[in-house]
């Protein structure tokens, strides 16, 4: 088994390792709740979540099972758990994220791929056959229970919001703007989780955890929030403009808190 250098400061759970069959392993990802991304040989991702992160990963192998049949998004060739944590194994896609080195040099076609591919995901999945929701009253009772149990704590981390308190952000989200258009959101709409072929257009989408019906502000305002952390210089006019859409400011501000509020 050959393990690319990100790989050495991180080992590599067993069921990853057994899963790879001596394939080399690359990893791609790795996130604060202890989450491990690979790409194993050419053709395949392995997704492994420690059963503490409390992410699921059946979540996701439902919601891509749906949603590949509309949009180009990973098709799950395996999903289960053990002991120590869950996998997901999916098949590769073509292109590379968008936050790669090279998009990362070209930050307007990066934009304007971000843009289109998430437009086309949301003209393409069907509102009325979709089982999964993104509802904001859900996420908004999610905050109140993470604010219950002691897991929010003073103000959203964000600098944007640095100076709103939780008892007032809290508030806000309670009031909320009319939905302007639902859609089947992407539901992590950030920059990483697009992909771009060779000649510069978006080729499919991944990470689809949170997959589901909402307005499509929430998809929109993190998504072009995104380019402000991924991206030298101001994108946002770009991205707006492409998807075909003014910037909607209360709305925008709106559901930027409540992904702030709801990790």
Known sequence: ????????????????????AGRR?????HNE??????????????????????????????????????TPVP???????????????????PGEYAVSDRWKQEPRTAVTAIANGLRAMHDAMPVAECPFTWA????????????AAGKL????????Y??????????????PPPDDKLVVCHGDACSPNTLIGDDGRWTAH?????????????????ASWALTWNYEGDWQGLFFDTYGVAADRDRIDYYRLLWELTP
């Open 1 to 20: 088994m050959t393990v690319s250098p990100m790989d050495l400061d991180v080992p590599v759970p067993p069921r990853v390792a057994k899963l790879a």
């Open 25 to 29: 392993l690359q990893a791609i990802w």
């Open 33 to 70: 709740l202890g989450g491990l991304t690979y790409r194993v040989g050419a053709d395949t991702f392995v997704k492994w979540s420690p059963h503490e992160s409390g992410l699921d990963l059946t979540r996701e192998a439902e919601r891509l099972a749906w949603a590949v049949r509309f």
């Open 75 to 93: 098709v799950v060739l395996d999903c289960d758990r053990d002991d120590d944590g869950q996998w997901l194994v999916t098949a590769a896609l």
């Open 136 to 147: 904001r009253a859900d996420r908004v009772g999610h905050a109140f229970a993470s604010r």
């Open 153 to 160: 704590t003073g103000a959203p981390w964000h600098e944007d």
């Open 162 to 175: 640095a100076a709103i308190g939780l008892d007032a952000a809290l508030r806000r989200i309670v009031d």
């Open 206 to 222: 991944v990470d689809l955890g949170e997959l589901g019906i909402a307005d499509r502000w929430a998809d929109l305002a993190v």
